[in-house]
């Protein structure tokens, strides 16, 4: 059965970058559409950005605040997906999820793999 891991977060000062990765086995994430969400206390869960499999951007919130600062990346070598956010703010704190599916929705925790979730808080 496969399996999403994620790494990475913890406690980052704000203006500095960080890197969220998952490692998936069982499975290749270069088959499947990956994605990013992120679940805070006021906003519920909601999807931050996505990947098809031939590298497109398949969704990015058009007024999402990260917009600009992130960038989603596969690493098929190694199996492992990222997400790289730079210039980090308070507001970006919360627990970021990686998924993989055959086709990516919006809804947190509806697809094929769901990361455990890697919490990122961010320090002013």
């Known amino acids: 059965e496969g399996q999403l891991v994620a790494f990475g977060g913890g406690s980052v000062q704000a203006g500095r970058s960080t890197r969220l990765s998952c490692v998936a086995s069982?499975?290749?994430?270069?088959?499947?559409?990956i994605g990013w969400y992120r679940q805070t206390d006021g906003s519920g869960c909601r999807m931050i950005s996505s990947l098809k499999v031939d590298g497109a951007i398949g969704y990015l919130e058009y007024n999402h605040p990260l917009k600009g600062r992130l960038t989603i990346s596969r690493a098929n070598a190694n199996n492992t997906m990222s997400l790289d956010i730079r210039n980090l703010k308070p507001d970006d704190a919360g627990m970021y999820y990686c998924a993989a599916s055959s086709r990516l929705t919006s809804i947190c925790g509806a697809s094929n793999y769901w990361g455990q979730g890697t919490r990122l808080t961010v320090s002013s």
């Open positions: 069982g499975f290749e994430l270069r088959h499947l559409e």
